[in-house]
């Protein structure tokens, strides 16, 4: 009788170990699987923030306007000052 209740705790102790690191693996997996989701969030938000960036950058290089100094042409003035010279030389 003590023997079939010996064996009987054996297997429920066994049955509890079992379930109870299976338990443990699983909420482990579950925890990595949150932290990876959390990452790849705040990896994407990073990305958003490079992209709007770039874009800020992009859209200043087409809207800035060349400085005009007193006195001095700019490039764009000083290449078609060139052209009139070069097209008047070649008329005469």
């Known amino acids: 009788m003590i023997l079939l ?3 009987a705790l ?3 102790i066994k049955w509890a170990v079992k379930n109870g690191i299976r ?3 699983e909420e482990q997996k579950e925890e990595i699987m949150e932290e990876s989701e959390e990452e ?12 709007k960036e770039e874009a800020k950058k992009k859209v200043k290089k087409r ?3 060349p400085k005009v100094t007193a006195g001095k042409e700019t490039k ?3 290449k078609k000052a060139r052209k009139k010279a070069t097209a ?3 008329k005469e």
């Open 23 to 25: 338990d443990y693996y």
């Open 63 to 65: 809207t800035t306007k």
């Open 5 to 7: 209740l010996l064996i």
């Open 88 to 90: 008047k030389a070649s």
């Open 76 to 78: 764009v003035e000083e």
């Open 10 to 12: 054996y297997f429920v």
């Open 40 to 51: 790849k969030e705040i990896e994407e938000k990073a990305k958003i923030e490079e992209k």
